[in-house]
């Protein structure tokens, strides 16, 4: 661990809000990546349509997700998910976005 406590690797923080039509091309982006060492943290932010119903069918072990309790906002969301990562470097990537498979080697 570096001296702030973080682990070596990439927190990628995604904010989720009705996202159900891209947000699995979203995770499957990340999951692609050539850089390996990275957590996932998504946050669900009062979707009401099935967008945790699309998160949860993944088992990978590097998503870790979040719910608030109703929508709390884009502000909101983005700073617990600041304050849920566990790794030395952040990258946000919003749930109707895709990544290059090497994004995050170049962070």
Not at 51 to 79: H, V, W
Not at 100 to 105: A, F, P, V, Y
Request: cysteine-free; hydrophobic content about 35%; charged content about 20%.
């Amino acid at each position: 661990m570096n001296n702030q406590g973080y682990k070596n690797g990439v927190s990628v923080l995604m904010p989720a809000y009705n996202s159900a039509k891209y947000i699995a091309q979203s995770i499957e982006s990340i999951l692609n990546q050539t850089f390996k060492n990275f957590e996932l943290i998504i946050i669900n932010d009062g979707s009401s349509d099935n967008t945790y119903d699309i998160i949860a069918s993944y088992s990978d072990k590097r998503i870790k997700y979040f719910q608030n309790e109703g929508n709390k906002g884009l502000i909101y969301t983005r700073n617990k998910l600041i304050e849920l990562s566990n790794f030395e470097y952040i990258a946000f990537l919003d749930s109707d976005d895709l990544a290059e498979n090497t994004r995050l080697e170049t962070i």
